[in-house]
Nanobody, 115 residues
Framework: VQLVESGGGLVQPGGSLRLSCAAS????????MSWYRQAPGKERELVAA????????NYADSVKGRFTISRDNAKRTVYLQMNSLKPEDTAVYYC?????????WGQGTQVTVSS
């Protein structure tokens, strides 16, 4: 099982980034996929989640209206479109796949929002 994130980087406040998470080694279309983030000195928190077929999503209140999670089961990839980024969005962003007791994490990608 492998999850590989990409797309992080340095962006100015108000800017946008699109994170991607490529999956391999498991039946991607059966898994709930999520994005978490962890800022320095803080606990890891759920940012957004999407159901296995993509019909249902949910978001942390802090990112509602700015972030969009989506998935392409044919490409075995989940995305996080981040718009109107704020300095407080600075964190390492992790991809997570879950089905029952089976849980997998990516290695994380750094997002830094700074002028």
């Amino acid at each position: 099982v492998q999850l590989v994130e990409s797309g992080g980087g340095l962006v100015q406040p108000g800017g946008s980034l699109r994170l991607s998470c490529a999956a391999s080694g498991f039946t991607f279309s059966n898994y709930l996929m999520s994005w978490y983030r962890q800022a320095p000195g803080k606990e890891r928190e759920l940012v957004a989640a999407i159901s296995s077929a993509g019909a249902s999503t949910n978001y942390a209140d802090s990112v509602k209206g700015r972030f969009t999670i989506s998935r392409d089961n044919a490409k075995r990839t989940v995305y996080l479109q981040m718009n109107s980024l704020k300095p407080e969005d600075t964190a390492v962003y992790y991809c997570n796949g879950r089905r029952g007791l089976s849980v997998s994490w990516g290695q994380g990608t750094q997002v830094t929002v700074s002028s």
